[in-house]
């Protein structure tokens, strides 16, 4: 057995879930994307069925300001911010040193034909338009040093709003064309598995 398949062998399921990104890119007045802007932010929403770092919800912005996130556990949403989500492709942009936490409770629907909205009292993420439904697996996605066995059914979406505290965050999500279809820095990642 190579040395891959054996790393691939001693993982253990690490999160069940799904999760939603959007990176939102800047506009001019009247709307239209910006070319070759970088995403002024990251937002990561995950919904956890069971996770070694535990369940439930939580909402995490990146911006290159800080980090934040939202949820009933403080310690469930660092975790998935420190393990998993600072090594999107997405977040790459934005240094996490620390994290800023805000108490939240959120209402999430998620609904694979249009999209996913999670509503808190505090801050909220919407992402719809739903493009295409394609399977993806990742059995060496990169953490940092080591790696992980990451696997979704992965939703591109057209549109994409975050809200903190009240205030819309400005600026759009793009779509471009990927090797196996449309790809955007809004979508949905529903029948997400990880293994580390």
Request: aromatic share 10%; hydrophobic share 45%.
């Amino acid at each position: 057995m190579n040395s891959s398949a054996t790393a691939t062998a001693r993982r253990s399921l690490a999160l069940l879930g799904a999760n939603a990104g959007l990176a939102l890119h800047p506009v001019d007045a009247g709307g239209t994307l910006l070319p070759g802007e970088p995403a002024s932010c990251f937002a990561s929403f995950w919904t956890v069925d069971w996770s070694r770092w535990g369940a439930g919800n939580a909402l995490l912005v990146a911006t290159l300001q800080g980090w934040r996130s939202y949820g009933t556990s403080e310690f469930f949403a660092a975790s998935l911010a420190t393990e998993l989500t600072r090594h999107f492709p997405e977040a790459a942009r934005f240094p996490l040193d620390a994290i800023s936490h805000t108490d939240d409770e959120f209402d999430v629907v998620l609904d694979a034909g249009q999209g996913f909205r999670a509503t808190g009292r505090k801050a909220g993420l919407e992402i719809s338009g739903v493009l295409d439904r394609r399977q993806f697996a990742a059995p060496n996605f990169q953490l940092g040093d080591s790696s992980a066995s990451l696997s979704n059914v992965y939703l591109p979406c057209s549109t994409g709003r975050l809200v903190e505290f009240g205030v819309e965050w400005p600026g759009a999500a793009t779509v471009y064309p990927g090797p196996l279809g449309p790809a955007s820095s809004a979508f949905v990642a529903v029948a997400e598995s990880w293994a580390l």
